[in-house]
């Protein structure tokens, strides 16, 4: 008698204990094929008098059941090869899928003769998003013009993947051996281990030095004293997959990008939008370009002053400490200087308060102060056993759970990040299926203290996760954090990466590794006021960032090249100089991992997280009745309703009270 495929079994949470590699790949194909007939059944029964239980939930129904099991297959990718493999597979059967859906006319007409005169506010939303994304997928394009759009489509992706590929090739193939420690004099131990461990995992002795997810902060450029080797790395990483590499003109990502900019316009045109920024702001908050640019005009203007300053502050003192030909490699070195000058003392007295196990508690209890809520860890099948599983509750009525897996393991991507595993939804019988979201993470497992910065993205990915369990709309469709927009999505996220930058908070998650006692105010408030120190040359990093992205995806219509936009983006964002050879587009795989044409949501969200924080900072930062505002005003609305109105009501709500 053969195994029954658990994936093709109901669950609640994710049996991962019993699912097989052999499993995945037949049980996705069997979904389709099940959807694929049951599909069929809805539209002959729907044609006609369509409605709201026997169309629109009918299909979500079938769509839930596809990406309920695919979504959680997805943490099983970082196994090894083998699983990677049959997760991609997967993906590939999903997308398919996906796309031979939103190109079926008679479904499109029979969304399209739904009586909406009697909807709700919820219902609305809903259809208006299946009818946006049946247009965005080119189902209202004439037959004529649907092969030139799949083409397109299937164009965009590849070249997508082969940016991407370029990019981790590029990285892979620099490295820097090291045998003399002295050559490493100033990196701190914790990094010189990861070095070591680099160098052992490759038979060699010394340290190993590779290209990280962001070398702009690695440790090396700003702790290691040999000049020499910051250039090396440095230069290394702003050159990647481009031509200014010996032996990278295979993998040089400037025509690929040139390609996919053409290719992006050419698809928005088709669809009927003036360029891909046109087609990109139909999933965000803003309602037109000139409003992007504008927003982004604002941002440069406010933040030229302080960059100006501070590049004076830096220069000057550079050369107090001997250098007078300041460079880019440098400039992340003396800034780091300058806030060890500023807090050398409270960073050695901070070193044992911030375990990550103690900041995680932390972050829980300010979580149940804010919301309301219960967050308690429960006994849950995982794919590793230093998994995680948080329950979150009010009242002892469960609303969601959030894996937490945030450890370093060989094969695990080396940032964090949140993962919406399972939407809340409601179905046409009236069951409940509750949200389901997971953080990852790289966190050294042995380290005593976790830094600033990764405070900051802890706080940013937890928060994507809380969104996601805290969403209360009845469909699935507004209920997920991959579905709200870059802007509104990240404007949650860094809202509570505010209270990482208040000494009350921050001493609220501290804990020292032996007395168990918070650290002392005073040391927090010193050591938060160094982090601000140079703070400049993050902002000039993102001002930059979010320009070129927006300028690359009009220059196509502008018929300006990759490296005239560059250099006009440089000469309105960078006060301190870059290098000749950067080639800093060629990696920046932001351009194709869905941000594209909107990376300044990242400056807008925080703009208005910084408006909204004002009111904690006025008000009390474990405010409860500020607390269930945010949570009820700004995170279980979801995308029931645009980012504006969530903020107009959330400010009408404290004005009130």
Known sequence: MSRPNPLLQPFDLFPYASVRVEDLQPAIQQIVEDNRSALAQIIGREAVFPTWNGLVLAVEALDKRLEDVFYALVPLAFIDD?????????????????????????????????????????????????????????????????PQFADQVATITRLEAKFRNNLHAASKQWTKHITVMSELAGVPAADLQTMRDAAQANNLDGWLLTLGFEPADDMTLRFAQNRELRKEVYLAYVTRASDQVAGQSQIDNQ?????????????????????????????????????????????????????????????????????DDLQPWDYSFYAQKMREADSADADQVLSEYFSFDSVVRGLTGLAERLYGITISNVDAQTWD?????????????????????????????????????????????????????????????????????????????????????????SNRRLNSIGELGPDLSEFVAKLLEQWCWSAECMQSVSKHRVSKLPAMSADIQQWLAARETQRGLEIAEELKRSLLDFELHRSYAEDRSIQQVVETVYARTQVLPLASNDRFANGFDYMVTGYEAGYYCYLWAEARAIEVFAQFKANGLFNPQLGQAMRQELLAPGASRSMSASLQAFFDRVASA
């Open 82 to 146: 083998e699983w990677g493999a049959a997760v991609d597979a997967c993906e590939s059967e999903q997308v398919a899928y996906r796309a031979e859906k939103h190109q079926n006319t008679a479904l499109l007409e029979a969304y399209q003769q739904l009586d909406t005169s009697d909807f709700t506010d919820e219902q609305q939303a809903v259809l208006s998003r299946i009818l946006r994304d049946f247009k965005l997928e080119g189902a209202s394009l004439a037959v004529s013009d649907r």
């Open 255 to 323: 025509p690929v990008l040139q390609a996919l900019l053409r290719l992006r316009h050419e698809k928005a045109q088709l669809l009927g939008f003036t360029d891909f920024i046109e087609l990109s702001l139909q999933t965000k908050a803003a309602q037109s370009s000139a409003e992007v640019e504008a927003f982004l005009n604002t941002q440069i203007a406010r933040g030229t002053p302080r960059l100006q300053r501070e590049a004076n502050e830096l220069r000057a003192f550079a050369n107090s400490q001997g250098c």
């Open 385 to 473: 056993s230093q998994v995680q599983l948080l329950q979150v509750a009010e009242a002892g009525v469960v609303l969601g759970h959030i894996y937490l897996d945030v450890y370093a393991r060989p094969g695990k991507p080396n940032y964090p990040w949140a993962l919406a595993i399972r939407n809340r939804h409601v179905d046409a019988k009236g069951n409940l299926s509750l949200p389901v979201a997971a953080l990852f993470g790289a966190y050294d497992s042995g380290k005593s203290q976790m830094g600033h910065r990764d405070l900051c993205k802890l706080f940013h990915e937890f928060h994507h996760c809380l969104q996601q369990v805290l969403m209360t709309n």
